[in-house]
Structures are given as structure tokens and as C-alpha cells.
């Protein structure tokens, strides 16, 4: 469990480092990088979700949080495929899309942040 706790420190300080040159006038990320970033990060969330979950050692706090992550995991799994699968055609995502995704996403990196 540790193990995965160090690599969702590291995403998230990798996550910090991509947004705050996204910000100091870089060019932005491309849908597809956005993807790539949001993907990690599901799946870096994911990982120790279900790390904390099967862990008979895990507290009832960290389980808790486990299932509130679990429930924004959920709701943000649906809106990634169809991003992704846009992107992946070459296609343009909606702005509201990508602002529930990110939306959703931020979410999951605070709660990871609150263990």
C-alpha cells in the first residue's frame, strides 16, 4: 500500500508540475495530452482505491474516503471513454465535457491529497 501511495504522489506532484506550465503562458495542453494527464491520474486513483479497499488493515476513515473516491471514479469513467474515443477520432471534445471532466478530476486529486 505504500508503494501505491508514493506513485500517486509522484502523479499528482508530476499533475502540479503539467498544470502550473499550463498556466505561465506555454502552450496548452492538446486534448489528446489532456487525456493522457486525466487517464494517469484515473488510473493512479483507481489503483489505490481499490489498494485500500481489499486491505484488511485499512481503517474505516481510509475506507471512507476509498468509497467517496470510488463514487467520483464512477462518474467520471463514462465521460473519460467518450473523451478519449472523440480525441482518438479526431474529433473536438465539448467545452462543457471537458469542464465536468476536470471538474471531477480535481476532485479525485484533493480527495487523494486528503489521506
Do not use: H
Not at 505504500?2 to 506513485?7: N, P, T, V
Not at 489532456?34 to 476513515?61: E, G, H
Not at 479526431?90 to 486529486?109: E, K, R, Y
Amino acid at each position: 500500500m505504500i508503494r501505491q501511495s508514493k506513485k500517486l504522489y509522484i502523479l499528482l506532484f508530476i499533475l502540479v508540475i503539467l498544470s502550473a506550465c499550463a498556466t505561465t503562458g506555454t502552450v496548452p495542453m492538446t486534448a489528446k495530452q489532456q487525456a493522457t494527464v486525466w487517464m494517469d491520474t484515473y488510473n493512479a486513483i483507481y489503483d489505490d482505491t481499490i489498494s485500500v479497499m481489499k486491505n484488511p488493515l485499512s481503517t474505516s476513515a481510509q475506507k471512507d474516503l476509498a468509497q467517496k473516491k470510488k463514487s467520483i471514479l464512477i462518474q467520471v469513467w463514462p465521460l473519460l471513454k467518450v473523451y478519449v474515443s472523440v480525441v482518438e477520432g479526431g474529433g473536438v471534445p465539448l467545452a462543457s465535457d471537458t469542464a465536468t471532466i476536470t471538474d471531477l478530476i480535481n476532485q479525485l486529486t484533493q480527495l487523494a491529497g486528503d489521506k
